[in-house]
């Protein structure tokens, strides 16, 4: 058997690197074909001579032109640039597996072309899933296209899955560190700085999605994933507090029996099982000791403390392309705060405002068709655009 044939779309990112991590530890299993990112020049040119691969693609233009200035590997590495670049190495006819792991709803054509050619798509990047979550299945449905989920906690889902029959499930619960201020009492949440939200307690991971974890609106996005990923209605989709991060998730089968997966919080965990995928592999890493953690805590979530799950769930039962005007929004005000432009308060209270806007159109005779239904890429696009603009003017006010 020859090696695995892999696109790494954001590659310089915490997701990217992680799987670079994994699939160097097999140079005999894995060959990187093609490595995406947006304009991190530097790490991209140490990736290339690190992995050769034959395509690179910076997002970014002139990025693109400083690294093919810089002539890694004497050009034996094609550069490309713009979107152009990254649907060319996702739908690449020589890649197996494509792993999404750029940030934000810019990955979804990438992602949508790799589903389209039939390849095994790895996701980790969840905005797309909250997008276009029906039509991507769809189409892969269609393709032949397998997705692996890569996110921690639906890969622990797919995991305790594997072997049983649809019918044997109940629901499945999904698991939530509660981020840096599961502890902070609500009225001292105005203190908060933009360096304690970025100081998760048990992940390392990029900035947009730690401040979703602050927040839990990365658990919504989450649920709205595991919608999408395991055909399940939001009723049979819980979740959980639950702060070690040692139980990825859980699924409650209809004779009352409960599988959890676990492991310690470390990516490289759902990644391998991903690129593995059907087979494990042996990986050397810090084993999982309960005796040393000792307790595994479980708490409701307070909707008090982490309103933007509450949001992403309405979203989610409103439908059509409300989690992607959510998701827009979200990506637009996170942003913003990354850039110091409000308090941490402040997201949760402009998204509120956005979600009350959105249920307002659409109760008018008003709403762009794109709100209330998404059948293609470009009305999930235009939707997205439609949350961003409503949090743009809310930000500069
Ligand atoms: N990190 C985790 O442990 C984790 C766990 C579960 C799920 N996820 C999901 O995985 C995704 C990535 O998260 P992350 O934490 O790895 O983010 P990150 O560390 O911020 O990395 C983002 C990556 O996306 C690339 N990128 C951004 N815009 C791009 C564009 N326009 N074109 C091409 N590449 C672009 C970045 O390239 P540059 O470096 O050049 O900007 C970088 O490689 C997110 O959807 C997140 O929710 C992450």
Request: with cysteine.
């Amino acid at each position: 058997m020859g090696a695995k044939t892999l696109t790494i779309l954001g590659s310089t990112g915490s997701i990217g690197r992680n799987t670079l991590d994994v699939a160097g530890r097999f140079p005999d299993r894995f060959q990187v074909h093609a490595l995406a990112a947006n304009n991190n020049v530097g790490l991209l040119r140490e990736q290339i001579e690190t992995y050769r691969p034959a395509v690179a693609v910076a997002y970014d233009e002139e990025a693109a032109e400083r690294l093919r200035a810089e002539n890694p590997r004497g050009g034996a590495t094609a550069i490309l640039s713009g979107m152009e670049g990254l649907l060319e190495a996702a739908g690449d006819a020589r890649v197996e597996q494509v792993v999404s792991g750029m940030v934000g709803a810019v990955g979804l054509r990438p992602t949508y072309a790799a589903i389209d050619a039939g390849k095994q798509v790895a996701v980790a990047n969840k905005e797309t899933l909250v997008l276009a979550g029906e039509l991507m299945v769809r189409r892969a449905g269609e393709t032949g296209s397998m997705l692996l989920p890569m996110d921690s906690e639906h890969n622990a889902i797919f995991q305790c899955l594997a072997g049983d029959s649809a019918g044997a499930l109940d629901h499945i619960v999904l698991t939530a560190s509660g981020g840096p201020f599961r502890d902070l009492p609500l009225e001292r949440f105005p203190e908060i700085t933009l360096e304690q939200a970025l100081d998760h307690p048990n992940w390392k991971m990029g900035p947009k999605i730690t401040i979703d974890s602050a927040t839990m609106m990365n658990k919504g996005l989450e649920v709205i994933e595991a919608h999408w990923l395991f055909g399940l209605p939001p009723e049979r989709i819980r979740v959980l507090l639950h702060r070690q991060s040692i139980v990825h998730s859980l699924v409650t089968f209809v004779d009352g029996s409960v599988i959890a997966q676990l492991g310690l919080p470390d990516m490289r965990t759902p990644i391998s099982y991903c690129l593995g995928y059907p087979e494990r592999l042996s990986l050397e890493l810090p084993r999982l000791n309960l005796a040393e953690v000792g307790r595994l805590d479980f708490e409701e979530i307070s909707p008090k403390k982490y309103g933007c799950l509450f949001l992403a769930l309405d979203a989610l039962e409103l439908g059509g392309g409300a989690p992607a005007a959510l998701n827009g929004a979200n990506e637009e005000v996170v942003a913003a705060y990354l850039n110091g432009a409000f308090p941490f308060l402040n997201i949760s209270e402009m998204l509120h405002r956005v979600m009350a806007g959105l249920k307002a159109v659409l109760a008018s005779n008003e709403a762009p068709p794109c709100l209330a239904r998404i059948d293609t890429v470009d009305d999930a696009l235009a939707a997205d655009r439609w949350g961003r603009e409503a949090a743009q003017r809310l930000i500069a006010n």
